[in-house]
C-alpha cells in the first residue's frame, strides 16, 4: 500500500496520515456485513470469503468503492 501510495506522489508524512486512521474493526459475522455493504453498493473483490493469513475468513473490498483503498474484513 505504501508502494502505491508513493507512485501516486504522497510524501512520507501523508502517507503516515492516510494510514494512521485506517485501524481494523473486526466484524462477527462477515457475510451479515458483506451483504450490509451490498445494500449501500460497495463491492467485495470475491463472491465469498476465503480463509486468510490468521486462520479466520476474510474478504476484501473493491477500492474503486472505497476512495480507492484495498479495504480487508476479517471476522473476530
Do not use: T, W
Amino acid at each position: 500500500m505504501v508502494k502505491m501510495l508513493r507512485c501516486r506522489g504522497c510524501s512520507p508524512r501523508e502517507i503516515l496520515q492516510l494510514l494512521s486512521p485506517l485501524e481494523q474493526e473486526p466484524v462477527d459475522d462477515i457475510n451479515a456485513a458483506v451483504m450490509d455493504l451490498k445494500e449501500k453498493k460497495i463491492r467485495s473483490l470475491s463472491d465469498e470469503a476465503k480463509i486468510g493469513a490468521h486462520g479466520k475468513p476474510v474478504i476484501f473490498l473493491h477500492p474503486k468503492d472505497c476512495g480507492g483503498v484495498l479495504v480487508e474484513l476479517e471476522q473476530a
